[in-house]
């Protein structure tokens, strides 16, 4: 087995979504503190984190697009372990939006077929070009409504990309989370190193979240399993 990890990594201020709360990791308690308190027994050193759910790799639940969806803690953890592919969009523009025919041109080349009930990783390359810069979290290009929808009729559970946002900034990325709503199905976001994917197949995404009560989305480990 081989596990390729596709998770940004997450440090105090690593850069959030705009407008949303700043990611913070502290010390709560040092290794000193913590001797000093216990006398002559080891102690234990403790940190603390503070992000919205929507901080770095995450997954998007139902609820956060609209009251009627799913939150993460009845999101279905069948859709966390999927088979998966991942497509070479590359070659769009920052910004661009992503079509149906982008899909199936990239889909046709990968030479695989979609797998039922799985996901599909769109490696943009965004976050190799811009991570951790700020154009990281404005210049994605990402799908339209009608690439949403195509998405959505494959029979997936939903789809990855590895920016900040599904659609490209702006009206569009808001069009594009009504229709995932709508259409039943979700994304994950702020994927990284899909490159490392390309060309390689069929593999089983894994992509557990946190069981927050009522919660909008939850960072996950995101990793493909490779089986020998
Ligand atoms: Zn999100």
Redesign the pocket.
């Known amino acids: 087995m081989r596990i390729v990890d596709l998770s940004r990594e997450l440090y105090h201020r690593t850069p959030a979504?705009p407008g949303q709360p700043p990611i913070i990791h502290g010390i709560w308690k040092t290794h000193e503190e913590a001797f000093a308190e216990s006398g002559n027994i080891q102690g234990n050193s403790v940190m603390f984190f503070s992000m919205p759910d929507?901080g770095g790799t995450?997954?998007?639940a139902p609820r956060?697009f609209g009251k009627s969806g799913t939150p993460i803690d009845k999101y279905p953890l069948e859709n966390c372990i999927v088979q998966g592919i991942c497509i070479d969009l590359r070659h769009i523009k920052p910004r661009a939006e992503i079509t149906p025919g982008d899909l199936q041109a990239a889909v046709d080349k990968a030479g695989v077929p979609i797998p039922k009930k799985g996901t599909v990783l769109l490696c943009t390359g965004h976050h190799a070009r811009t991570f951790p810069t700020g154009a990281y979290a404005t210049d994605n290009p990402g799908v339209n409504v009608a690439a949403t929808e195509w998405l959505a009729h494959q029979g997936i559970v939903h789809f990855g990309i590895d920016s900040?946002?599904p659609g490209p900034e702006g009206k569009v990325n808001s069009l594009v989370h009504k229709a995932c709503l709508e259409l039943g199905f979700t994304?994950i976001?702020?994927l990284c190193n899909l490159e490392a994917l390309l060309g390689l197949g069929e593999f089983q995404f894994i992509g557990l979240p946190l069981k927050w009560r009522e919660g909008?989305?939850s960072p996950i480990r995101a990793v493909a399993v490779f089986k020998d």
């Open positions: 979504y929507h995450h997954i998007d956060h900040m946002r994304h976001e702020s909008t989305g």
